[in-house]
C-alpha cells in the first residue's frame, strides 16, 4: 500500500522533497497527483505564475515560482528543502513560433537557472523533451534515440539545447540529469497547450460536441501518441531507476501512433456518424518535419518502459473522462 511504501522510504531515510516548476500545464497537476499519493501530499511542491484553483490548493502545498526569476526559485528550493527538480515550464511547438522571444527567454534561460540550480543544491533533475526534438533530416520511421537532430523550430532547438546540456552537467558536475522525449500527451481534464499535437485532444470535445470537427492536419500525417496516465507512469519508473540501470540520459517514450484518419475511424466505433474535414494550417509543416514512429527499445531494455493505453483504449477513456469526469 502506499503507506507502506512511503514508510519504507522514510525507513531508508530516503523519501525525496519535490518541486514541480510549470505545474498547471498538462503534465504538473496528474504527475503530482501520483507523486503525492506515492511520497506523501507535504513532500510535492507545485509552483507555476498562474493562480491555482481551490481544488487545487486543497491538494497540496502550491507556490508562485518564475522560472526566469534565478533568486525565486532558489529560496524555494532553500526554503523547501528540495532533492528532486521537475522542470516543466516551457512553451510548446506551435505558441512558441508565434513568440520566439519569450520561447527563447523561458525554454532556454530557464533552464539555464533550473540546471545551475540543481547543480548547487545537487537535486535530481527531470527535464521533458519531445518528438519535436528531431527534424526534417531525422529518420522518421522509426526515429531511434540517437541520430541527426536538425528541429526547425525553436521549442525543438531549445529541447535539442536542453538535453545537450543536462548531458554536459551530468558528466561535468555529476547532475542526475534524467530526459524523456515524449510523443503528444493525451488529456482530458486540461485544455490543450499550444502544441502540434493538440488536435488529437481537440477532436473529443468537438466530437461530443457537434459530431465533427474541422482538422488542421491531414487526414495522414501519422504522429506518435501516449495517454497522459502512461506518461505519469514512465516519469515515476524513470526517476525511481537505479542510476546503473541508466545506459543514456536522454529517452525516447512513446505508446502509439495514428493518423488523423485513423483516430477518427475509433471514434466512430462510440459516435458512427462522427464526421472530419480537413483544413491544414502552419501547424502542418511541423507535423511534417517530426517522427511518424518513435523508436523507445533502449528505455523499455533499460529500465522497463511499457506502456498500458493503445489506441481504443485511449478513445474510451477519454470519452469517459469527458462525458462523466472520471477515468
Ligand atoms: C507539441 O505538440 O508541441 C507537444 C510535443 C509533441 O512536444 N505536444
Known amino acids: 500500500s502506499q503507506t507502506c511504501i512511503r514508510q519504507l522510504y522514510s525507513e531508508s531515510n530516503a523519501i525525496p522533497r519535490i518541486l514541480i516548476t510549470g505545474g498547471l500545464g498538462q503534465l504538473g497537476v496528474p504527475l503530482a497527483k501520483r507523486l503525492r499519493e506515492k511520497y506523501g501530499q507535504e513532500n510535492v511542491v507545485l509552483s507555476d505564475i498562474a493562480r491555482p484553483t481551490s481544488v487545487l490548493l486543497k491538494q497540496g502545498t502550491y507556490r508562485y515560482a518564475d522560472v526566469m526569476d534565478y533568486k525565486q526559485v532558489q529560496e524555494l528550493i532553500v526554503n523547501q528543502q528540495i532533492d528532486w527538480l521537475i522542470h516543466l515550464s516551457a512553451l510548446l511547438s506551435a505558441v512558441g513560433e508565434q513568440n520566439v522571444p519569450l520561447a527563447m527567454k523561458l525554454n532556454i534561460e530557464g533552464v539555464h ?4 540550480l540543481a547543480r548547487k543544491y545537487k537535486c535530481k533533475l527531470f527535464i521533458p523533451s519531445t518528438i519535436g526534438a528531431f527534424g526534417p533530416d531525422s529518420p522518421r520511421n522509426p526515429t531511434p534515440d540517437f541520430c541527426i537532430q536538425r528541429p526547425r523550430t525553436i521549442y525543438g532547438v531549445s529541447k535539442v539545447h536542453a538535453e545537450l546540456l543536462g548531458e554536459y552537467y551530468f558528466h561535468k558536475y555529476n547532475v542526475d540529469f534524467r530526459c524523456l522525449r515524449f510523443p503528444g500527451v493525451i488529456s482530458a481534464d486540461t485544455k490543450p497547450g499550444g502544441g502540434t499535437t493538440d488536435y488529437a485532444i481537440e477532436i473529443f470535445h468537438d466530437a461530443l460536441k457537434n459530431n465533427s470537427y474541422e482538422c488542421y492536419l ?110
Open 218 to 327: 491531414s487526414a495522414d500525417t501519422r504522429l506518435p501518441m501516449m495517454y497522459i496516465d502512461d506518461c505519469v507512469t514512465s516519469i515515476e519508473l524513470f526517476m525511481e531507476a537505479s542510476p546503473e540501470k541508466l545506459k543514456q540520459r536522454t529517452y525516447n517514450v512513446s505508446a502509439m501512433d495514428f493518423t488523423p484518419d485513423e483516430l477518427a475511424k475509433a471514434i466512430r466505433k462510440h459516435f458512427p456518424k462522427f464526421k472530419i474535414t480537413y483544413k491544414t494550417d502552419a501547424r502542418q509543416n511541423i507535423a511534417d518535419s517530426w517522427p511518424e514512429v518513435f523508436d523507445d527499445q533502449n528505455a523499455r531494455r533499460d529500465w522497463g518502459w511499457k506502456q498500458k493505453v493503445d489506441l481504443d483504449l485511449l478513445v474510451t477513456k477519454m470519452f469517459d473522462f469527458l462525458k462523466n469526469g472520471k477515468v
Open 113 to 116: 537557472n533550473i540546471l545551475d
